[in-house]
């Protein structure tokens, strides 16, 4: 927050890097070179095409995560102009409140069917097993959990910032 009344707090979140754009085209396209076997190793079979739909479907995922953490970056509106800057800021906290407390929707939900898919398959290949699977799988959901964790956390900071403005108010 800022002491300065004439001047508005940060409100809105930096936009991502390019680096962090970059670096999802390069998991989608490693994602999809695997399912396209340019790596090989991918049996020709059910268990095979498994593999394949799934790292399909999860670079599906990425894409659409990365698309809606862009959306979210973008203002949904303008200060009108009988608003006062403190009203405009706690508006625009609200609306990055609920996309922070959003962020398993848009940003795990996506990624759920190409994981379930990938690990089914990867549950069936010789070499893997389903004891590797699920410890794989255990990793992601406790991945998830972080993710959910921290947007909570983030909330509580925003709703934390929504309280010492209403108190300029």
Do not use: C, H
């Not at 973008?74 to 608003?83: H, I, V």
């Amino acid at each position: 927050m800022t002491d300065d009344p004439g001047r508005l707090p940060q409100i809105d979140a930096p936009p991502m890097p390019i680096a962090a754009y970059a670096g999802v085209g390069i998991v989608v396209l490693v994602l999809l070179l695997f399912a396209f076997g340019v790596f090989g190793g991918i049996p020709d079979t059910t268990r095979g095409q498994l593999l394949r739909a799934g790292a399909v479907l999860l670079a599906a995922g990425v894409l659409l995560a990365a698309y809606f953490a862009w959306r979210s970056q973008l203002p949904y509106r303008l200060p009108g102009t009988a608003e006062d800057g403190i009203s405009y800021a706690i508006a625009r906290l609200n609306e990055r409140r609920s996309i922070v407390g959003s962020a398993w929707i848009w940003l795990l939900l996506p990624l759920v069917p190409g994981i379930a898919v990938l690990y089914a398959g990867a549950a069936n290949v010789r070499g893997v097993g389903l004891a590797w699977a699920l410890v794989g799988l255990l990793v992601v959901v406790l991945a998830f959990a972080a993710v959910v964790v921290t947007a909570r956390r983030a909330t509580a900071t925003i709703d934390a910032q929504i309280v010492e403005l209403e108190k300029q108010r």
